[in-house]
């Protein structure tokens, strides 16, 4: 069992490890001396939805925003896309679930209307593999997700039976990836913790590598690890902090992209910090040992 002390310690370090290398990345890059480290590391910490507030076009924006944020997707997909976000709105008829499957009745024409728009920089290849063909099919097929729900409060309600019991909830991202074409189970945590289910944290190759190093979980597989750290929940509360922050504390040192922290188009980064990280807290922990 892992006590809440000791996640107290991983949370706290981690904070402090990033104060730093976020304080040196200010400093050195020229950004606007007004800014916090704290203040930016902050603003990781909550999901930006309340998943009582969604509306449908906002579960369907969530889970293609969710479903591109893999390898080199999102550079492919809403970075190539003139306008970002709101571009690839407009285009998909506000993320309206019922327009778009009457709109476009398979993947393939929905790709030819998306390359014909304009609003696409880069080559939009056309093969099976290539990205944005995959992407057209997540998009009909979380549409077609979606429109089973005729209201968002439906949809809420649905996740609500999951959520209410433990091995329920680990399960959930399991049927979204099933009933969303290219949604993996890693992707699928990271629709609903960014939709606000705070429970959820993403088993992605940056938690993967913080979680065996601090001996948190020794799974071998996503849900497994998924299942280790929901586990977690309760000691994480008794601390004051969600599945959420945690996550996301690991997350920022894993990825050193700070998202949130845009200046002039420019993201501020640190580096993958793992290894420098799990090294400092190792020393950490030797000292703290009885007896040293």
């Known amino acids: 069992m892992i006590e809440p002390e000791y996640l107290k310690l991983i949370a706290a370090e981690a904070h402090a490890f990033l104060r730093v290398r976020v304080t040196k990345a200010l ?13 930016c590391i902050q603003r990781h910490m909550a999901p ?16 293609l925003v969710s479903a591109q944020n893999r390898q080199d997707a999102a550079n492919v997909i809403l970075g190539s896309v003139d ?10 008829h506000g993320f309206d679930p019922d327009r778009i499957l009457a709109t476009w009745p ?3 024409a929905l790709f030819r209307d998306l390359k014909a728009s304009g609003d696409i920089s880069g080559e939009m290849r056309d093969t099976k593999k290539s990205r944005w063909p995959q992407y057209c099919g997540t998009v009909l ?31 959930l991202p399991l049927v979204l990836e099933k009933e969303i074409f290219g949604f993996g189970l890693a992707l699928a945590c990271d629709f609903l913790k960014e939709l606000g289910c705070s429970e959820y944290l993403k088993p992605d190759v940056h ?21 280790d750290l929901m586990a977690l929940e309760p000691a994480l509360r008794k601390i004051g902090l969600t599945p959420y922050a945690f996550d996301k504390y690991l997350w920022l040192i894993g990825s050193g ?19 420098a990280f799990l090294k400092r807290f190792a020393a950490i922990q030797s000292k703290l040992a009885p007896g040293a």
């Open 207 to 227: 938690i993967w590598r913080l979680v065996r190093g601090l001996g948190l979980s020794d799974a071998k597989t996503d849900y497994m690890l998924l299942r």
């Open 83 to 92: 306008g970002g976000i709101a571009t690839l709105r407009r285009l998909l």
């Open 106 to 108: 398979d993947r393939d």
């Open 27 to 39: 400093r050195d890059e020229g950004w606007d001396p007004a800014l916090d480290p704290d203040e």
């Open 257 to 275: 992209r700070f998202y949130q922290v845009v200046e002039d188009g420019y993201m501020l980064t640190i580096r993958r910090q793992a290894p």
């Open 141 to 171: 097929s979380a549409a077609a997700f979606v429109s089973r729900f005729e209201t968002a409060g439906e949809f809420v309600e649905w996740l609500r039976k999951f959520r209410r019991d433990a091995d329920l909830a680990a399960a």
């Open 48 to 63: 930006p939805d309340d998943v009582d507030l969604v509306s449908r076009a906002r579960i369907l924006e969530s889970i």
